[in-house]
């Protein structure tokens, strides 16, 4: 029956297929849903979705094919609770024979018990020791006086609406144009991981050991091996001033995260205005200059250069040999697309995040520097494709 509600999912372009179908009817026939609605609302939520963009999607899925099941189902529960609701006063007295037996039942006895008389019973019951009813001796119903062992029918609830779970949309923000978080931008940078076997200490390979383990007859065959360290070398350069200003708060949200992270062996972090013109800096304040010349003789091809800003300027700045140009101690002189290009020659991976709208990279500077660069939007799934991107083998 959930079939129709698979249908919706990818209708609304949510990657959902063969595998999460089964996944998911293996999930029911296991009861992890606990034959429930809302039940099945989670565990559906945590097999189908991938991706927290796809969080609302879901709700609204579920909505559309699920509305007005829970209003059937309340309407056989509300009877069944005003009939148990009804027994109050009169009650019998257990007979100490009556209760030594019931105080014998486990709760697996019970619950079989209570199963098979749901099964077999017709109509309301009232008093008795046998029946699920009301002002009985019966260890299934309300309002008798069975030993404590028993189930109760009837009472507060305790679960929540599935339905209204997803009507309140509480992921409706997560949108492939909304920008990051902190959290959000540590995740992605993750991606960054590599790691590398190095020095000459050693360390357990735990999977190593079980293998070896195992094709010694159960034998325990310890396995060593060289430590693993984080071998993935950054640059980070962040434009700074003037049109960056608005986004401020994005970029330092960016440079914290980057900061946090600790699968990184090196990262570096350097600052410029608009444009690279022969030197970066240590600080946002320009101070402590580096040569980029002495840059690329320090850092080899192999680090990941991750370029950030609105790639915003007047032309001259970027191209024209009247402009910002820096001139080197030799004598070089060059403009600011050419000092770009050299960087991105020299390292084999490397990306230009900018948080200005894609809307509006045509027809400016924007457009340049994506012709040197592969530029993505920084937003979620912007950084997850750069990410991605850099670990690629070039």
């Not at 009232?126 to 009301?134: A, E, V």
């Not at 900061?259 to 240590?282: I, P």
Request: with cysteine; charged share 30%.
């Amino acid at each position: 029956m959930f079939i129709p509600f698979l249908y919706e999912l990818r209708a609304r372009e949510v990657p959902v297929g063969a595998t999460e179908a089964v996944a998911l009817a293996k999930a029911l026939e296991a009861g992890l849903h606990e034959q429930s609605l809302d039940g099945f609302y989670h565990v559906a939520r945590s097999i189908l979705i991938h991706s927290e963009r796809h969080l609302d999607d879901f709700d609204q899925a579920f909505l559309k094919t699920f509305r007005g099941v829970e209003v059937e189902a309340k309407k056989l529960k509300d009877e069944l609770f005003d009939w148990v609701k009804e027994a109050r006063q009169n009650l019998p007295e257990l007979t100490d024979e009556e209760r030594a037996m019931l105080e014998e039942l486990d709760p697996e006895t019970l619950e079989r018990m209570f199963q098979e008389r749901m099964e077999e019973q017709k109509g309301k019951h009232r008093g008795g020791n046998h029946w699920i009813g009301t002002e009985g001796t019966s260890p299934f119903g309300n309002s008798g006086k069975a030993a404590r062992q028993g189930i109760r029918v009837g009472g507060a609830g305790k679960g929540r609406s599935a339905i209204k779970t997803a009507d309140a949309r509480l992921y409706a923000g997560y949108r492939q144009d909304l920008t990051l978080d902190v959290r959000q931008m540590q995740l992605a940078l993750r991606k960054l991981r590599t790691f590398a076997r190095v020095g000459g200490e050693e360390e357990l390979d735990l999977d190593g050991t079980i293998e070896a383990t195992a094709k010694n007859a159960g034998e325990l065959e310890v396995v060593v091996r060289p430590p693993r360290r984080p071998n993935t070398r950054v640059i980070l350069m962040m434009d700074v001033g003037g049109s960056m200003d608005p986004f401020a708060h994005l970029c330092s949200r960016l440079f914290s995260a980057t900061k946090k992270s600790t699968h990184f062996k090196e990262l570096r972090t350097y600052y410029f205005h608009n444009c690279v013109y022969g030197r970066v800096y240590e600080t946002e304040r320009f101070t402590d200059p580096i040569r980029v010349t002495d840059l690329l003789h320090e850092c080899g091809p192999h680090y990941k250069l991750i370029m950030v800003g609105d790639a915003l300027m007047a032309p001259y700045e970027l191209m024209s040999p009247g402009g910002s140009i820096h001139w080197e101690s030799d004598g070089e002189r060059a403009e600011g697309i050419v000092w770009l290009m050299r960087l991105q020659k020299h390292f084999r991976r490397s990306i230009w995040l900018n948080p200005e709208p894609q809307k509006y990279w045509m027809g400016n500077t924007i457009e340049n520097i994506a012709s040197v660069f592969d530029m993505f939007p920084l937003t979620l799934d912007g950084l997850g494709e750069s990410m991605t991107h850099l670990m690629k083998s070039k």
